[in-house]
């Protein structure tokens, strides 16, 4: 479960964007990652990466990749 600390059945995730993406981008499995580009703009995915100090500096450089985000400008990264 990727939001054990939140009650589910009350969240709505477009009314917290950066908190859902980044969790999602740390510890998503496939489907979820599926999900999320769903369900969120790629600019706002890519806003997120860009600014989320709590993605793990492996997680920030994977998706930074992906995205094509220089590292310089990946908080989690600096």
Do not use: C, H
């Not at 580009?37 to 997680?59: H, Y």
Request: proline share 6%.
């Amino acid at each position: 479960m990727l939001f054990w600390d939140i009650r589910v059945a009350d969240f709505d995730p477009k009314l917290y964007p950066e908190y859902t993406i980044a969790r999602i981008l740390e510890l998503g499995n496939p489907e979820a990652v599926s999900w999320l580009q769903q369900n969120f703009t790629e600019e706002e995915i890519i806003k997120t990466i860009r600014s989320e100090r709590r993605l793990s500096p492996k997680s920030a450089n994977y998706w930074a990749l992906i995205y094509r985000i220089p590292a310089a400008e990946v908080a989690a990264l600096r």
